[in-house]
């Protein structure tokens, strides 16, 4: 896949969930601007249809009381002029915080893509998302949720092997107490013969053994 288009592709991923966030922020917000709509407000002539519209008529009311308390007999050209600046400040700002989000966020694809280049966004966990969501940046998110999954794994794989070892030592006394009892083993002593002559069963089993043994006696 070509480095540009992985980047879109976990880019629709992490927007998901801000899909859906903005949608219920933009039901809200619809809400809000319809109320505003049916006050019949205005500002300077013009209707007041949305919050957006309210909050700056707001601001520039505030604006021009300041500018009249400074200065006395401020023509209305002059006035309109300043708030004007002041607006076009605000845009400019507002614009250049937008496209340094952009920027910031698109790196933070990149920088993951560069990290984990194998790694889908439909293959992210949710707990991962979840950490994306509150601040951290998925980088650090994934990084930590590998972390936590190796530690996981580690103490399993850590758990099996103390049951095998566990496992083991216990065939291995299982394999002892059958030697001290002269049923398995390559040399049968008088006493276990002793003890054993009675089971046939176990006089045929060990037949070879006991006639190589005798000789040792």
Known sequence: ??????????????NYDKAVERARQEAAQQARDEW?????YEWHGKPIKT????????QEQELENRIKQQYSNVPEELLNELVESKRFREEALAEKKAREEKEAEHKQYTDFLEAYPNVKPEDIPVEVWKEH????????????????RLKDEMAKYQTQQQIEQANEKNAAT???????????????????????????????????????SRKHW
């Open 1 to 14: 896949m070509p480095y540009d288009e992985a980047v879109q592709h976990i880019q629709k991923g992490m």
């Open 36 to 40: 505003i709509a049916e006050q019949g």
């Open 51 to 58: 919050e957006a519209e309210y909050k700056q008529a707001l």
């Open 133 to 148: 969501k509150e601040g951290r940046s998925l980088t650090e998110a994934y990084m930590r949720y590998e972390n936590q």
């Open 174 to 212: 299982s394999t002892g107490s059958a030697k001290t009892s002269g049923k398995t083993g390559g040399f049968i002593s008088k006493e276990d013969f002793e003890a054993n002559k009675h089971d046939m069963k176990w006089v045929q089993k060990n037949l070879s053994t006991l006639e190589e």
